[in-house]
């Protein structure tokens, strides 16, 4: 058993921040350069944290598996970032941020965490436009504001469609000019392979050079994990080709627990899969659903082309179903719905796609008034699918996106593992069971810029500024740990690739584990994947050898991560009796066939501790709500 | 959304250390048409690795068009021939069935290869280092609407700042400049009021660092602005320009 | 280091160097134009400026040698570059894509240069030398004389027709490229600036190309 303490400090909510960082000890000024600190991983939060920790003046070595910080999956984030600013005069507020984020996350989101992160949203675009991150402005010269889903202020800032861009090339620029200055030391194209842990706290951590293949030893006196989330699991998702959950995976192999990894977020808007090769899924502004309207043939195995198929003839699903929401219901709802009809099958040519029809909007406001709107979107389609959206329906299917789930931390962003801290999406933290749209680059760079340059100096007045001695016999003991589980990999021998094994899995994922779950088919997955995993040590193939730049075995590593992974998902999707969120299980819902949370049993964090591969330990962390009321969400 | 496959010849990079010599080596595939070139790739790795022969190295990993990893140079154009379009987002139904395609890795002395279809960039963060942000540390912003940007400005700066990095400006050029990168992030910060206080240091720091990278030097040939998959503009290279000679011109100002 | 040498060894230092002796080099074409265009009003006229040059033949000498340096400076730093750019492409694509990205003015650039410099030595070991130091025909006109006797030989009035055409395909670059180079772009005078650079490249090709063709032709009346 491990003992979960939050950590939040008491008193008010809207006082704890600022009395726990009163009360938070520090580090004298000229000490900090003695201190040693790991952060792996450069995206938003990574980058954030490692130039904020270098302003600060302890001496950082950033790592991460891409050949520039640049490329971290951040940059993909379109549509925007969150903050309290008001400035629209729609009465917002941090509390109204604070009470949507909870309300959005079905109600599964530590309080005092979300508040916080509400607070500190506001300081987070001061400090990307004093960056000179250019965000969309209105003509007088002010920012400009739009809505997303989830709320009914437009709080949220952008750059055209590529918020995410911009705000990881200010925190890269941060983080540059620490490097330029010395502060930061950057170690690119390692990928972490094991944690180091001394006396019981997170001292340093092994990276295989991708380039030599040689492994590294790197020690320190509190090591970041800010490695992004794990929805590459499902083998097709929106993630990038590398993202992975390796790191965070080691980790909670050597101790750390893992949060709620069934909390995946499913998002209606992407593009259908097109054939066994797709390689990747790509999602479409959520925005789209504003103005096009979500449909499918009324009849089984329709395969007539949608011009030919009759106004009535067609069933504007969501429409019927939510007459209040209509196709703008949240995330999770529109992904369900469309899995239940492609199910049925009543998707596209009995695919599973659905019709996203724009026909209403053009005699509303013209084609010119549409491409105004989504013209860069309509563009992106018709290059990747090669059909004319203005002529023909859009085809959307939901794909995996995005990881509520993640390594458990505290209010200081602490794993149980003393000195190991996890940032941005690889924590469990803020998003509840469900993300609402444009909170995870606010999340990322709070943590990073606002949290952790306060609670990182609070522990290490802890700790002594001795060198840790990378030669002791627990860094040996990692080196040797990695070495072997390379070798191992490559000793295998057998005849499936990495990927067919990966794909394999993500089918079990996305079909049992997926929008919509149960307990025979979580039973079922538990089985096949562990069987799965089986197979992967016995017959997997890796061409090439360890001391080389070697992609396959690289992505080999990850795979195995994943097959341990997806178990666990599968473990707590059965474990939690209720449906919220992300997570919904067919045998609670309403009578309407909607999630039916179960606040007196589930209203807990489920913290899962690694015992050995199948097999792990259930810790909870109980979440209680003083400040807002536990209500039932319904779109009707 | 299916198409029937088109047959092509690819003759793809082969290179399996920095310093050996490297060749193309012939690949006959049948393609589907919705699939895009990477996954092509991906599927001829599969064939490769299910015979036990040492799968193409090649990068890429958002295969969105915006975290700038993949690039290649196919039939003589990086990123293929599709204008404003990466490599990841070329998709096959833009060539011909029984087309013969070259793919190389891009060239320039700046970009080293590391294996097949991979090269080493890191002299673009180089230069982003010597001065490729605002000096500000966390936590001292004031209000963000205390700083007004005109529309126009801010709009100027964004279409600077939507380079991705990806370096197939050099790889374009006859002379393997990076102005059109380095000249993406000082016009961003030229243009807008955040970018002052350093604005001359700045383009000096950056482009002394670009010359030391062994990147050449701007003939306006304007390769850079064609093969760039964002149509980053060379309007940012003369405004690069002007403000270098300007900056020279106030050194010893500077300096007091 | 002083800013003097920072500026004048940095990529871009070179190239505006490339751009101030091409600039200062584009008007002195202007003015020669002007003069050859005298040989369209006769001999007479012709002499009369070539005279009035010889009068004021001090100033000339310094002007010569201020060109001289400008153009040993233009060919020194454009092969300097030349050879750098080399260094930093070593290595070509299998297939070469320049065609459909670049236009043939800039892509040529140096080896036009190149060609104008061989024609230059041509043009300066004939017209100049024989101008300067040549023994002058006894006529009314000698110059005109010279000029006539040079472009009845049909293999020499090619050449300098070539030059001309090779000189027009280096200048309709590089006007535009030096507005380029200085930073002058913008939105709504770049792409007249181009206009420009290609009617200034047209008239000085088509007008000093026409001198050898109207006196090949005329046989020289």
Known sequence: MVKLDSHVPDGNISEKWSNHKFSMKLVNPANKRKYDIIVVGTGLAGASAAASLGELGYKVKAFSYHDSPRRAHSIAAQGGINAAKNYQNDSDSVFRLFYDTVKGGDFRSREANVYRLAEVSNNIIDQCVAQGVPFAREYGGTLANRSFGGAQVSRTFYARGETGQQLLLGAYGSLNRQIHLGNVKMFPRREMLDLVIVDGKAQGIMVRNLITGEVESHSAQAVILATGGYMNVYFLSTNAMNSNVTASWRAHKRGAVFANPCYTQIHPTCLPVHGENQSKLVLMSESLRNDGRIWVPKKIGDTRSPDQIPEDERDYYLERKYPAFGNLVPRDVASRNAKYVCDEGRGVNGGRAVYLDFSEAFNRIGTEGVKDKYGNLFDMYQNITGTDPYKVPMQIYP??????????????????????????EANFSDHGANRLGASALMQGLADGYFVIPYTLGNYLTTEKPAKVDPKSNEFKEAENNVKENVSKLLNVNGKQTVDSIHKRLGHILIDKVGMSRSEKGLKEAINSISELREEFWKDVKIVGKGSELNQTLERAGRVSDFLELGELMAIDALNRNESCGGHFREEYQTVEGEALRRDDEYSYVAAWEFKQPGKWELNKENLEFDNIKLATRSYK | MNGNHIHLTLNIWRQETPSSKGNFEEYKQNVSPDASILEILDEINNHLEAEGK????????????????????????????????????????????????????????????????????????????????????????????????????????????????????????KNSSAMLFVAAKVSQFALLPQGQSERYERVQAMVKVMDENLFGSCTNTYACEAECPKGISVSNIARMNREYIVAQLKTEELAH | MGWFTTFT????????????????????????????????????????????????????????????????????????????????????????????????????????????????????????????????????????????????????????????????YHLNHAFESAFQTFGWNHKRYTPLIKKIGTIYALILAIGFASIPIYFFLMGGK
């Open chain 1, 399 to 424: 794909a995996p996106h995005y990881a509520m789930g993640g390594l458990w931390v505290d209010y200081n962003l602490m794993s149980n593992v003393p000195g190991l801290f996890v940032l941005g």
């Open chain 2, 54 to 173: 040492r799968p193409i190295a090649f990068e890429s990993d958002c295969r969105e068009g915006i975290c700038g990893t993949c690039g290649l140079v196919i039939n003589g154009h990086p990123h293929g021939p599709l204008p404003k379009t990466a490599t990841c987002q070329l998709h096959m139904r833009n060539f011909n069935d029984g087309e013969t395609l070259y793919i190389e890795p891009f060239r320039a002395a700046a970009f080293p290869v590391i294996k097949d279809l991979i090269v080493d960039r890191s002299g673009f963060d180089k230069i982003q280092q010597a001065g490729g942000y605002v000096s500000f540390n966390t936590g001292s912003a004031p209000d963000a609407n205390n700083i007004l940007i005109p529309k126009q400005i801010a709009d100027l700066a964004l279409d600077a700042a939507e380079c991705i990095g990806c370096g197939a400006c050099v790889a374009a050029c």
């Open chain 3, 9 to 168: 060894r940095s990529s871009i230092g070179k190239k505006f160097i490339m751009a101030l002796t091409g600039s200062l080099l584009m008007i002195f074409l202007i003015i020669h134009f002007i003069g050859n265009m005298m040989l369209y009003f006769g001999p007479k006229a012709f002499d009369t400026y070539v005279d009035t040059l010889e009068t004021i033949k001090p100033l000339i000498r310094v002007i010569e040698v201020l060109l001289a340096l400008i153009f040993i400076f233009h060919i020194y730093n454009g092969l300097k570059l030349w050879y750098e750019n080399k260094k930093a492409n070593p290595k070509k694509y299998a297939v070469n894509g320049s065609r459909e990205n670049t236009d043939i003015y800039s892509r040529t650039m140096a080896i036009t240069g190149v060609t104008i410099f061989v024609f230059l030595i041509i043009h300066l070991s004939t017209f100049w030398a024989t101008f300067n130091f040549g023994v002058h025909p006894n006529t009314e006109y000698p110059y005109y004389t010279i000029v006539t006797h040079w472009f009845q030989n049909p293999f020499y009035s090619l050449i300098y027709i070539i030059g001309m055409i090779v000189l027009g």
